[in-house]
């Protein structure tokens, strides 16, 4: 083969090119040190999640292939973006929980609890994704449902006998007033039947009504009462309010006929023990007197036998037991 020849075949055989980096060093790739930074931001726990996620995100695939292979963190991206659907799922599943909440419904209570139960059950990397102002609301929820159960306990708690009552109920009004409108409407029908116990408890008609009728079973009483009888108009004016204790005119004569009870087996008489300091002129000897038909018997005090049962015949006819007098004909003694 000639020189010429030989020539001509070399010039005409097909070159092959292979095409290197533009930067065979990446470490000093800039694009590269810039992607790893992004990635170094990422915080599951910050609020800027979501924004240094997407940011790194965008800009490794903006990178070449030889640049993506080099980037020495990219793992840990590709673990943020993986779990990045769940994270979403989470998101969306709390945040429909939270819209599902309206005073409207009769489960309005019981969805604010789920809500709060969800979000409980989150880990603290899925909780660090719920939005601030969700998670401000839940709490706000929480907090008024708090509060409307300590007023609903303080309007269950109420009772007309006690001595506090009318403090007791103005505060608990006070409480309800300043709940929000939504919790105010649930406990709306307790609040109503509270008032009007209230109202019948002031009422002046109602107490004088009700007091009447103990008033009218003190007058049935006497010192020769059973006691049963007298424990049963004492529970009955106990079961009073103080605003009807005070319309009782005859209460005095219940506390008599009790300490003399209390006394009978001694014949004892309170007033005599009260009174016998007092200087006063005592009658020395038994008198009977009588004045229309109206018959009185007097006893000196020094007569009486403190500690024994005192039995005092007058006549056939009209008895004196236990220094308690008894009627003959419609007489009293």
């Known amino acids: 083969m000639k020189k010429t020849t030989l020539y001509l075949a070399l010039l005409t055989t097909p070159a ?8 065979i060093n990446a470490a000093n790739d800039w694009q590269v040190e810039n992607v790893e930074n992004l990635i170094d931001q990422i915080n599951p726990f910050s609020t800027t999640y979501e924004y240094h996620l997407i940011e790194a995100k965008n800009a490794y695939y903006s990178l070449s292939t030889y640049q993506q292979s080099n980037v020495r963190n990219s793992t840990t991206l590709f673990y943020y973006l993986g779990s990045t659907d769940n994270q979403q799922t989470y998101l969306k599943m709390f945040s429909d929980k939270m819209a ?3 005073a409207r419904n009769s489960t309005f209570l019981r969805d604010i609890e789920e809500a709060n139960r969800y979000y409980h059950s989150l880990t603290t990397s899925q909780q660090a994704i719920i939005p601030n102002y969700l998670y401000l ?3 706000n929820y ?8 300590a007023v609903q306990l303080d309007f269950e708690k109420l009772s007309v006998l006690d001595s506090s009552y009318i403090y007791s109920y103005e505060t608990a009004m006070k409480a309800y007033q300043l709940l929000p409108y939504d919790f105010r409407m649930l406990l709306t029908p307790l609040m109503s039947e509270k008032k009007r116990e209230y109202e019948t408890y002031i009422s002046p008609a109602n107490n004088r009504s009700v007091a009447q009728q103990v008033i009218n079973e003190i007058s049935k009483l006497s010192t020769s009462s059973s006691m049963d009888g007298v424990a049963s108009v004492r529970a009955k004016y106990n079961g009073l309010t103080i605003l009807q204790q005070n319309y009782v005119a005859n209460y005095r004569d219940l506390l008599y006929i009790e300490e003399v ?13 009260d009174e016998k300091e007092k200087p006063t002129d005592y009658p ?6 009588k004045k229309g038909q109206l018959y009185t018997v007097v006893m000196p005090a020094t007569e009486m036998n403190q500690y024994t049962n005192t039995k005092i015949a007058v006549s ?4 004196l037991i236990e220094s308690c007098l008894k009627s003959v004909n419609g007489i009293f003694l």
């Open 100 to 102: 599902a909440i309206s």
């Open 16 to 23: 092959v090119i292979i095409t290197a980096p533009a930067c």
């Open 142 to 149: 929480l907090e008024n449902i708090a509060k409307m159960k």
């Open 284 to 289: 020395t000897n038994i008198e009977v007197s």
């Open 261 to 273: 009870q209390r006394n009978t087996s001694y014949g004892w008489d309170p007033y005599y023990i």
């Open 137 to 139: 609301q839940l709490q």
């Open 316 to 319: 056939d006819t009209i008895t």
